[in-house]
């Protein structure tokens, strides 16, 4: 919350103001408990095959490079990574070795199989399925204009609120135009 001494700093005082940053600080919000782990349970489980395909590796390992590797937009709870590969090693699509007190997954025959037989996405990057996490870039972005924007009129200039509000209501146009293309 800004306080009463920068409402007055920069001339904002209540006109309106505080009520439009609110709204901004309140939308930030809905896009931070939006984004995140968002994947389900089959986009969790092709990561997973996808990763080992490459080499063995423990399940922290797993989570860091589905991180890594969606440029931190997507990171998977390890409550979905692990009973995931629980599941695989069910399925007979992966082993567990233990090394230095951690579990070492491996790829059997089976699992080799099942991945040569998907469609070779992998599912931390962007595709046509608005659904993927691919599209988890979408939130953030808005999250990280939001804390601009609340920045802006939080200890910004009347005139520098001013040119955020005319960003802002260009960005707003251009994404609807975005929509408005074939």
Do not use: C
Not at 16 to 27: I, R
Not at 138 to 157: C, F, M, N
């Amino acid at each position: 919350m800004r306080s009463s001494h920068s409402h007055q700093a920069n001339g904002s005082g209540s006109n309106g103001m505080d009520g439009m940053w609110q709204a901004v600080d309140d939308l930030r919000s809905r896009f931070e408990k939006r984004s995140g782990t968002r994947a389900g349970r089959g986009e969790v489980r092709s990561a997973v095959l996808a990763l080992l395909a490459e080499k063995p590796m423990h399940g922290y390992q797993i989570i860091r490079e589905i991180e890594d590797r969606s440029s931190g937009s997507w990171k998977p709870s390890a409550g979905s990574v692990y009973p995931t590969l629980q599941l695989l090693a069910d399925e007979g699509f992966i082993s567990a070795e233990e090394s230095n007190g951690r579990k070492i997954y491996t790829l059997t025959e089976a699992g080799r199989e099942d991945v040569a037989d998907a469609d070779g996405s992998v599912p931390w990057e962007p595709t046509g399925n608005a659904s993927g996490p691919g599209f988890a870039a979408l939130p953030k972005a808005g999250i990280e204009l939001a804390q601009a924007a609340s920045q802006v009129g939080r200890s910004g200039t009347s005139k520098q609120v001013q040119e955020a509000v005319t960003v802002l209501e260009e960005a707003r146009r251009r994404l609807y135009s975005i929509l408005a293309q074939d």
